[in-house]
């Protein structure tokens, strides 16, 4: 099992079956720090990893996922301090 799928399992799990009232999961971080980076290469990852599966979120870690970069491109310049 990957990180996105780990931080997708872990979001699930506040939503019970019967449940009738949404749920609200907030992933916290820093501001300009890496933390906020890794977060936004995961919502990367998992908009990939849902897009496969047909299934396009617009909430959550998705939010943090507005470049149209690739996460090769993201990683990439991440690495040569673009």
Do not use: H
């Amino acid at each position: 099992m990957s990180l996105p799928d780990t931080l997708q399992q872990a979001a699930r799990r506040s939503w019970r079956i019967g449940q009738t009232e949404a749920v609200r999961v907030i992933f916290l971080g820093y501001r300009e720090t890496a933390q906020i980076q890794c977060l936004k290469l995961m919502a990367a990852k998992i908009a990939v990893s849902q897009s496969t599966s047909g299934d396009m979120p617009e909430s959550g870690l998705d939010i943090l996922n507005q470049e149209d970069d690739s996460i090769e491109m993201a990683l990439a310049k991440q690495l040569i301090g673009d």
